[in-house]
């Protein structure tokens, strides 16, 4: 055993791919390793735990995890060479979809651990220490594995927060209602709570996440007005919003499904929830939406927008969109470019088509050319990205509210977010960190707008 780690414990290096809700999922296995000893590391070199937390919605991700384990393979033989030892778990969507395989193709992996396993990991981690055998743990239990973490350390003003997991969806090309399971709702009370904890500890904005996060449902608190009654994501971001010291809510993913008008109309009323909305779309053409099971038209989902925007003018929509689905035409395509030019995105994700085993997707005839997929995907992306430029442009002269998360790159620099979730770089002091203030918008640089800050009462004028 090196000095340095007899001097300060064990530590835990952690590789999180994918989205939020890994970020989130990440950030809460390593507190509850802080009371086993465990310090968070930034490199995989001289960790005695390494967890790779693992995402399966494309090939090319679920294929970086055994890259990965390659490189790790060499490191756990180099540091066994000196007798020591290093323990390797995957996490997340691979773990669960692909468990046993895991430990087939890769038999330094010492465990293996699903998303709704990870409350687990102490208990695990003994027994890899105990057993020689690899380690499987990936069964299905929400609830148990929210009531059984530990308090949330804050780490920054802004923070994740999960209220929901899972999706009955059913999209025929997306893994994720196999490796995450049915759709579960954290109750009101778990939720006000960990935002209550994050706000004391400084958190300003919180972002709620879910697979589909506006499918949340739960029971009115007992001795609340609406006692007895079911709640929507609208009422909880309500409720919410009265937590002490917080002054952002966020929340993605939405489904158009279940975009109802409760949670459309605290979007106008209610001034803590942020105007940015991340509405997947997937296609525009009619006959592609019903091929993915979507369960709303093109037409739908633009009168929703309409809504929406009713309701929220200033609103900064954001989108996924996958395109080369098979059975996807030219003329299939253009109707995505035509939805694209209908919305008008402040920022979107677009992807070309994986093939995912298991999904009803995977045995469909028609699946497109990947030469086709590309090209199909570069028109995309630069109309998305014309409209992003765009909206970022327009903030040219505005004064922003902007929540300042972290140091810039140069001295005196902090980065911040708008309301719009736009990045913004500003020269402010270090004691700003955390805090939320006007800045004027100056310029636009291709992946963040930069400006100056504004002293209260200019920015009244
Ligand atoms: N191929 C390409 N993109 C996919 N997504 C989900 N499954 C696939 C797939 N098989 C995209 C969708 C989803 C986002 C998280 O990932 O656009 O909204
Ligand atoms: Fe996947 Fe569709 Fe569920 Fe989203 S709604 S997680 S794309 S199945």
Redesign the pocket.
């Given at each position: 055993m090196t000095q340095a780690r007899q001097k300060h414990g064990k530590s835990v290096f952690i590789r999180t791919y994918g989205?939020q809700m890994n970020v989130y999922d990440s950030e809460r296995m390593a507190g509850l390793l802080k009371p086993l000893g465990y310090g968070v590391v930034d490199a995989p070199d001289d960790a005695d735990l390494v967890i790779l937390n693992t995402c399966h919605?494309?090939e090319k991700a679920a294929e970086k995890v055994y890259s990965e384990l390659g490189r790790l393979k060499k490191i756990k033989t180099a540091r066994a060479s000196n007798g020591d030892e290093m323990v390797i778990a995957v996490a997340g969507c691979v773990a669960q979809a692909e468990g046993p395989e895991i430990i087939a193709r890769a038999p330094m992996v010492d465990l293996v651990v699903g998303p709704q396993a990870y409350h687990q990991l102490p208990e695990l981690l003994a027994r890899a220490a105990r057993e020689c055998g690899d380690i499987l743990a990936t069964d299905f239990a929400v609830e148990e594995k929210f009531d059984r973490l530990a308090e949330r350390q804050a780490d920054g003003p802004a923070a994740f927060l999960t209220i929901q997991e899972g999706c009955d969806k059913f999209?025929t090309?997306?893994?994720?209602p196999y490796t995450r399971g049915a759709e579960v709702s954290r109750g009101v009370d778990a939720v006000t709570a960990e935002a209550r904890s994050l706000a004391a500890q400084g958190v300003k904005e919180i972002t709620l996440l879910g697979q589909n996060v506006n499918a949340w449902r739960g029971d009115a608190p007992a001795g609340d007005a609406g006692a007895n009654s079911l709640w929507g994501l609208g009422e909880l971001c309500r409720h919410l919003a009265k937590v002490d010291g917080l002054e952002r809510i966020r929340f993605m993913?939405s489904h158009p499904r279940d975009m109802d008008d409760g949670l459309i109309a605290a979007l106008g009323e209610e001034e803590k929830l942020m105007p940015y909305l991340h509405l997947?779309v997937?296609a525009g053409s009619d006959k592609i939406l019903k091929a993915m099971n979507r369960g709303h038209t093109a037409a739908t989902y633009i009168g929703q927008i309409a809504k929406i925007r009713a309701a929220r003018p200033d609103i900064a929509l954001s989108g996924?969109?996958?395109v080369g689905f098979p059975g996807e035409t030219n003329e299939d395509f253009e109707a995505t470019l035509a939805l694209v030019e209908a919305v008008q995105y402040a920022s979107a994700?677009s992807?070309?088509?994986?093939?995912?085993p298991g999904?009803p997707?995977a045995a469909m005839p028609g699946q497109v050319e990947e030469s086709e997929k590309n090209q199909r995907l570069a028109r995309l992306q630069a109309c998305l990205e014309a409209q992003r430029e765009g909206f970022n442009r327009a903030q040219i002269g505005a004064v922003l509210p902007v929540l300042f998360e972290k140091p810039g790159r140069h001295a005196g620099q902090l980065i911040g977010r708008s309301p719009y979730l736009q990045s913004v770089h500003v020269d402010a002091p270090q004691s700003m960190l955390g805090s939320i203030a006007p800045v004027r918008i100056e310029d636009v640089t291709p992946n963040a707008l930069a400006g100056v800050l504004v002293r209260k009462a200019e920015a009244a004028a």
């Amino acid at each position: 055993m090196t000095q340095a780690r007899q001097k300060h414990g064990k530590s835990v290096f952690i590789r999180t791919y994918g989205c939020q809700m890994n970020v989130y999922d990440s950030e809460r296995m390593a507190g509850l390793l802080k009371p086993l000893g465990y310090g968070v590391v930034d490199a995989p070199d001289d960790a005695d735990l390494v967890i790779l937390n693992t995402c399966h919605i494309r090939e090319k991700a679920a294929e970086k995890v055994y890259s990965e384990l390659g490189r790790l393979k060499k490191i756990k033989t180099a540091r066994a060479s000196n007798g020591d030892e290093m323990v390797i778990a995957v996490a997340g969507c691979v773990a669960q979809a692909e468990g046993p395989e895991i430990i087939a193709r890769a038999p330094m992996v010492d465990l293996v651990v699903g998303p709704q396993a990870y409350h687990q990991l102490p208990e695990l981690l003994a027994r890899a220490a105990r057993e020689c055998g690899d380690i499987l743990a990936t069964d299905f239990a929400v609830e148990e594995k929210f009531d059984r973490l530990a308090e949330r350390q804050a780490d920054g003003p802004a923070a994740f927060l999960t209220i929901q997991e899972g999706c009955d969806k059913f999209c025929t090309f997306c893994v994720v209602p196999y490796t995450r399971g049915a759709e579960v709702s954290r109750g009101v009370d778990a939720v006000t709570a960990e935002a209550r904890s994050l706000a004391a500890q400084g958190v300003k904005e919180i972002t709620l996440l879910g697979q589909n996060v506006n499918a949340w449902r739960g029971d009115a608190p007992a001795g609340d007005a609406g006692a007895n009654s079911l709640w929507g994501l609208g009422e909880l971001c309500r409720h919410l919003a009265k937590v002490d010291g917080l002054e952002r809510i966020r929340f993605m993913t939405s489904h158009p499904r279940d975009m109802d008008d409760g949670l459309i109309a605290a979007l106008g009323e209610e001034e803590k929830l942020m105007p940015y909305l991340h509405l997947p779309v997937q296609a525009g053409s009619d006959k592609i939406l019903k091929a993915m099971n979507r369960g709303h038209t093109a037409a739908t989902y633009i009168g929703q927008i309409a809504k929406i925007r009713a309701a929220r003018p200033d609103i900064a929509l954001s989108g996924d969109f996958i395109v080369g689905f098979p059975g996807e035409t030219n003329e299939d395509f253009e109707a995505t470019l035509a939805l694209v030019e209908a919305v008008q995105y402040a920022s979107a994700f677009s992807f070309k088509y994986s093939r995912r085993p298991g999904t009803p997707g995977a045995a469909m005839p028609g699946q497109v050319e990947e030469s086709e997929k590309n090209q199909r995907l570069a028109r995309l992306q630069a109309c998305l990205e014309a409209q992003r430029e765009g909206f970022n442009r327009a903030q040219i002269g505005a004064v922003l509210p902007v929540l300042f998360e972290k140091p810039g790159r140069h001295a005196g620099q902090l980065i911040g977010r708008s309301p719009y979730l736009q990045s913004v770089h500003v020269d402010a002091p270090q004691s700003m960190l955390g805090s939320i203030a006007p800045v004027r918008i100056e310029d636009v640089t291709p992946n963040a707008l930069a400006g100056v800050l504004v002293r209260k009462a200019e920015a009244a004028a």
